[in-house]
């Protein structure tokens, strides 16, 4: 039993440094792959309901407020609330409730999610996307994280990899919300919610291709040499919008 979970342990800690694109077709990124299905099949062998996983996300949130200056009073909730109303109605966890908090920071260009339905944008965010569709795509990116139980996955992660050693619980995950926020999925995981993020878009009657335009914006804002390609956990804006323009054309059709 111990030799096994030091194989889990080392799966985890190997696969983040890894290199995917977003259909892996040679042997590396055929084992990237298959190493990723394996680690979400040990870590579903400790199944966690939709209400614990909401439970766990309000405890989250409850330190996300504590920790970051969340607007109480947003001037475009109402139309953020909506489109979260719309992206939500094809989700394939209907269980879970889905809230839209905004961060007031007019510098940082970010949007992310934690387990059981909070997703965060930063101000920026809203105002620098240029269209309705844009947001929508960037949000519904962030759902698919939720929906396809990345997010939950992240959360069961770093407590089973705690468990091993000593009584460190969900409570825990928690406290430590800023480690949780900063552990990347992976690229794997990224091109995943690129993928769910589109499909949801189309179903809510946006245009997915707007979401292209996100990529097109942040390429040009990004510069890394080759090396930090290799290690980075997101993958290049570039290739995310070329994987995604695939999608949209063979898969979506539009
Ligand atoms: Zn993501």
């Known amino acids: 039993m111990k030799s096994v979970c030091c194989f889990v342990l080392l799966l985890f800690a190997a696969v983040p440094l890894l290199h995917a694109q977003c259909n892996p077709d040679d042997t590396v990124e055929s084992w990237y792959s298959w190493a990723k299905e394996w680690e979400n099949y040990a870590v579903d062998q400790f199944p966690i309901s939709e209400a614990d996983e909401m439970k766990i996300g309000d405890t989250l949130n ?30 394939k966890r209907p269980g879970i409730t889905y809230t839209i908090h905004v961060i007031d920071d007019p510098k940082t260009l970010n949007a992310f999610s934690v387990a059981g339905g909070h997703l ?26 939720i929906d396809n139980r990345h997010s939950i996955r992240k959360v069961q992660k770093m407590v089973l990899g705690h468990t091993l050693f000593d009584s460190y619980g969900y409570g825990d995950v928690a406290a430590n919300l800023g480690l949780l926020i900063s552990a990347p999925f992976g690229q794997i995981d990224e091109y995943d919610a690129d993928r769910g993020g589109a499909t949801l878009t189309a179903k809510a009657g946006y245009n997915p291709r707007k979401g292209l335009r996100f990529f097109e914006k942040m390429d040009e804002k990004e510069s890394y040499d080759l090396m930090e390609k290799i290690i980075r956990t997101h993958p290049y804006s570039k290739e995310r919008l070329n994987c995604l323009d695939d999608y949209i054309k063979n898969e979506l059709g539009m």
């Open 120 to 145: 965060y944008v930063t101000s920026k965010m809203v105002d620098w996307t240029e269209s309705e569709d844009e947001l929508a795509f960037v949000i519904a990116h962030e759902i698919a994280h």
């Open 62 to 91: 409850q330190n996300m407020y504590k920790e970051n200056k969340i607007i109480k009073k947003y001037n475009k909730q109402a139309y953020l609330d909506g489109i979260v109303k719309k992206l939500t109605k094809n989700v």
